[in-house]
């Protein structure tokens, strides 16, 4: 695949489900060509931490490859010799220090004032992103897409595409994802995230300057959200007790090399991140919410009309295959056409991620308009 | 039952894993009566925020009774009209603000300075508890146990009395837990709280007046620990999602209901806490390794004489089974005895406490002597 080149959307207006209007501006990157009829489109979104930078490298000199570079690319279960391939940066995208990102939040500057918005910038929601990315495919002169797919939070705008803008996408895939988000992740991941960056005294309810960000709260809301992505096995063996290295101190502040290695890979992980687009972001994924604005959870996911392949993980403890399952169900039950691939990985959620490589098949099979049973 | 009379014991001395000597003084309670060969008792130990009181009523005004009422009592499984038991509250007890536990921690008179210890307590370990433990058993007359045994952390000190006094009890029962704390609980629920409670700016390093405590830490604390009791559907129920009621406010301080009713829950819960006991008792939890002091975890479990029966339950999140299977598998390729019996419960870990009448009856047959298998 040719090196991928960031691009840049923007709107003037944007009319977000709190009802605040504001400009937004957002990256994309695209894989693969638009054939003439447009009407090979994609797109692929991504997950809570993650980019637009779903495939491939922006030069050759890059030692890392998009998220699900395994998936797209040519001759690919998302095949570029065949489909062009859309991923944008969310609004608020956390890893707003990441040169490449281009995205919209409380760290941007606000037009109006010249300042930054901080915490005057609305709350989004993956719905208000989803409307947001229909504008970027449909000044691409696309009409219909091919699909609609994502892991995670992905799975979330994929469901909302689903759900609000039914007759735009024949197909939808939804990864390691659900129609609602769980109450225990809601609470434990997302809205804990929240008061721990909150509880910050460098918070200063988001304005903080730079050089003094709340990096005691970013690093512990990462914290939580890093320990559900993958599973109980995975971290024993990542972070291995070893007991004679242990030391029982008298001071409760030591602590044992485990929980150093931890958080230094924390710590690492965290250099792009921005502490207000990280609480956005989770207030975001805390309030998904499909049947939001329907009477019910069936009348929302009653007006899918495109096919759509639940791609759950038997592992995961953020969005526990049970929630695919009854979303497939509810479809189903309603006439709809909603078909269930479980993997299995001791990765967790992020086998979703990681082991794209156990559903590339039937993926491109479901693509390709086969069913999968 | 009688009513319940709290007990206190005290030894001038303890010496620490941490190397530090101090005076202790611990809670207790007793149901039963103990036989004149003194051959008879029972030692139950208390799970992470419970105290000793587990069973009965203080008072017949009382409108609850202990934590394990369901299973001690005349005639029922722990039999006091034939077993003498007994429950000690823990160093550093959470509930350092109620009037029935007896304790010592950070929040007590250190007697060399006339001031609060604070953080100069030495860290504990449930090691520690156990042979303060042993002291008070021994205090009243008591060489051999009929059972040693507990829930979750009451599960870490039966451990410990397995293997580090092996020829002091015949009967082992260990509920919920496991021979080490899992990688995933150590860093999510229990350092996790530390760092949380320490990140509240009314910290002050465990040097806060009364009036003046890190509250929203400590209740950040609490909830992580909370949601890890039960588990996905349970929280679903208890605390349901209802998109009507969502407001998409333009603040991300605004929380929907569910967040509301969950926040007030733990407020409750919280009462009777303290955030430094908290932090240690977290720090002891976190630090739970049986095989601490010997060359593996074979060999530390190698040391248990006791007949041992693992209780788990299939939808714990705190102790998933295969840690208590694991436990039970390396005693029994050792030639120990080892039993294991698995619950299954929509309660998640805190199916062990609530739940006990799923493992009465194979509870009761183990400690007559029988065989679970």
């Known amino acids: 695949m040719d090196t991928v080149k960031k691009q840049m959307f923007s709107l003037d207006s944007y009319r977000m489900e709190c009802g605040r209007e504001i400009p937004v501006t957002i990256g994309f990157e695209t894989y693969g060509q638009l054939n003439e009829a447009k009407d090979n489109a994609i797109l692929v979104c991504h997950f809570f931490s993650a980019t637009s930078h779903a495939a491939g490298k922006y030069s050759p000199d890059d030692t890392e490859v998009g998220w699900w570079d395994a998936l797209i690319g040519p001759g690919k279960a998302i095949d570029t010799d065949r489909y062009f391939v859309i991923c ?14 281009i995205t919209t939040g409380p760290r941007s500057i606000n037009p109006q ?44 705008q994929t469901l909302n595409w ?11 895939v939804v990864v ?23 509880l910050d005294p460098k918070w200063k309810d988001g304005a903080y300057n730079e050089g003094e960000e709340p990096e005691a709260g970013l690093h512990l809301a990462l914290s939580l959200m890093n320990l559900a992505a993958y599973q109980y096995a995975w971290y024993d063996d990542a972070f291995s007790r070893d007991a004679k290295r242990d030391v029982i101190s008298t001071s409760y502040q030591s602590v044992p090399p485990f929980v150093q290695k931890f ?29 939001r604005g329907f009477a019910s959870l ?45 993997i299995d990985s001791p990765n967790g959620h992020m086998a979703g991620v990681v082991d794209a490589h156990l559903f590339a098949e039937p993926l491109a099979a479901f693509l390709r308009g086969q069913d999968i049973t």
């Open 263 to 291: 958080r230094g890979a924390v710590s690492e992980r965290m250099l792009p991140y921005d502490a207000s687009h990280y609480v956005y972001t989770a207030r975001a994924a805390m309030m998904h919410d499909i049947s």
């Open 298 to 342: 069936e009348e929302a996911l009653g007006k899918i009309r495109a096919r759509v392949l639940m791609i759950p993980c038997t592992s995961d403890l953020l969005f526990p295959p049970q929630y695919s399952r009854q979303a497939a169900d509810i479809i189903n039950r309603q006439g709809g056409r909603a078909s269930y691939y479980e």
């Open 113 to 156: 004032t010249g300042e930054r918005y901080g915490i005057t910038f609305p709350v989004f929601t993956y719905r208000d992103m989803t409307g947001i990315q229909r504008e970027l495919v449909r000044s691409l002169g696309i009409e219909k897409l091919v699909a609609v797919l994502g892991p995670s939070a992905g799975g979330i």
């Open 88 to 101: 944008s940066d969310t609004l608020c995208n956390i890893q707003f220090k990441n040169p490449h990102v």
């Open 162 to 172: 689903a759900v609000h803008y039914p007759d735009m996408m024949e197909a939808c």
């Open 176 to 198: 390691i994802s659900g129609a609602q988000m769980p109450v225990l992740t809601s609470l434990a991941y997302l809205q804990a995230a929240i008061d721990v960056i909150a």
